[in-house]
């Protein structure tokens, strides 16, 4: 079952208290599309310069990622700088060069056009437009975005909304689209603008959904060691979306399983810089974090009349 | 079965951006004795001043809560006055008059003395110690602290943690208290000082408990309407510990269960100012709201095989 991601590919410099990569491969379609790729076929548009090397295209053809879509100009690739504190939670950008992605038009090639699954990545509201007038009828569209778009073009980004079934961004960009300091008053805000469902991303506190008024929270996987939170975001909704083009049946249980398959894909790509980790991991792993997931947030039932006393008589 | 708890009692005044109260009930013993009271007979020792009225007194002997070791003395009982802002997270404390709190001497009444289950709230770790030594044999001791004590009585601190089987503290100070930025190795570092049992209380973000080598985590019960945080980790302990005594059985299951009914608790106590809302709630209420966190946080395993595709030959 196939998938089409459009986002970014690029350059990383990362420096984090345990180390300092320069030049390494990132952009938030490269994440998405490595997770993604454990479980269906990934179709990708991008577009990065002629300073892009074989060695990172080997990655997406070992992943059998489909890069009919990844457009290459003259000039350069993406390149992000940026810094995470002691804690890992929010990184300093040093520099963001967008170099030929200033100019990026996403164009569709014609093998993709009836891609059931979309992601849509975090890019400006208006570019995602014109990939979905590029679809034939897609069945199913998430989209991620920031709080640059929601304070810089809200009205286009409201506009993209009501094309979305899934949205996904952070606790603080739901709370700043929809001007709500309660997340759960922000997320029924946010239904109304078009997507029937709402992931919130908290990073190392995990993950909600609202949809269908119900209500789902998973913690993150806990992890001894956290060496780089870059791609988290993005490698989540890899693993969210490719489960659901995986099982290709969107209810309220597959997008729980789905959470969890984000988390999981989430929790290996933080374990080391780049992708290092995350295309070097293992369907026996993938499945063993998953059942440590039920184990880590498994309680018992109390049952009825198992309490010893009702002792209040008021 | 019977508990313990030595803390404050105090009158608070609050502001959140809902509403503002002044002089109303509060304190850690306070909070954590009505939570406490749903399950177990609740023994509670603290101290109070001349101003303190019969209409408090009421509310424990409503709840059927031991006040054979709650102290009047001459003087002002302990006063707190904070401010809550739009997040709701941290307190502003305006001001703190410890009044009769400021020379407190735990006095255990003779009748408390074989009392099992112990909860020793927030208070100087050299009276926390005082109250075990005043003691036959408790099965199982709790323990709260904070930053205050962690950073000026660290040694004092550590002494206690000796004779203390679960540490219940937020996020900051077990990193604190630990000096470890990642909180898996801070539990670690925390389980090695004596406790057999760490809960990390994170607020909105729910719980985390570290024990036999094992971690549980938790989500908070999302709310459409947070209107107080105050007491709600002293509510959180005494529905955990309540529920404890009640079961009488501590192992990892019941632990976890336990977990979930101070979190339910919690979740009551933070819907009003003061103990308004966690005074009146009823058991279909706390059993309804038990059920409720299981469906928050469910999600169907994955059959083996179950997985269309396994795509990669890397």
């Known amino acids: 079952m196939s998938l089409l991601v459009v986002g970014s590919v690029a350059f990383d410099d990362v420096r984090t208290p345990f180390g300092e990569v320069r030049g390494v491969l990132g952009g938030s379609a ?18 990065v310069g002629d300073d892009f090397t074989d060695e990172s295209l080997d990655l997406f053809r070992t992943h059998r990622v489909n890069i009919d879509g990844l457009e290459r100009r003259s000039g350069k690739t993406f390149r992000w700088s940026g810094e995470y504190g002691f804690d890992l939670k929010e990184a300093t950008t040093h520099a963001t060069h967008l170099n030929v992605f200033e100019t990026f038009e996403p164009k569709l090639p014609a093998s993709y056009r009836a891609c059931p699954y979309v992601f849509l990545a975090n ?8 990939v979905l007038e590029q679809m034939e009828a ?17 009205k286009e980004l409201k506009e993209t909304l009501r094309h ?4 996904t961004i952070n606790d603080s960009e739901a709370r700043e689209l929809a001007s709500q300091p309660n ?33 789902f929270a998973i913690p993150a996987y806990p992890l001894e060691a956290v060496f780089d939170p870059t791609g988290a975001g993005d490698s989540f909704a890899g693993g969210f979306m490719g489960y659901l083009a995986n099982v290709r049946n969107v209810t309220d249980a597959t997008l729980r ?15 080391a810089f780049s992708l290092d980790r995350l295309r070097a991991v293992t369907y026996d792993e993938i499945l063993e974090r998953f059942k440590a997931f039920r184990r880590l947030v498994h309680f018992e039932d109390i049952g009825s009349g198992e309490l010893a006393v009702q002792r209040l008589m008021i």
């Open 164 to 167: 979305v079934d899934i949205l």
């Open 257 to 271: 399983q789905a959470i969890i398959m984000g988390s999981v894909m989430a929790s290996f790509n933080v374990e």
């Open 123 to 130: 890019i400006d509201p208006v570019l995602q437009r014109q």
């Open 138 to 154: 897609p069945e199913l569209v998430a989209c991620d975005t920031m709080n640059f778009w929601i304070e810089g073009k809200p």
């Open 183 to 215: 997340i759960y008053e922000a997320a029924q805000a946010i239904l109304a603008m078009g997507p029937s469902a709402l992931i919130v991303k908290r990073g190392e506190y995990g993950a909600l959904m609202f949809n269908e008024e119900k209500v």
């Open 30 to 47: 490269t994440y998405f599309g490595i997770a993604a790729s454990y479980f269906a076929d990934v179709n990708l548009v991008a577009v």
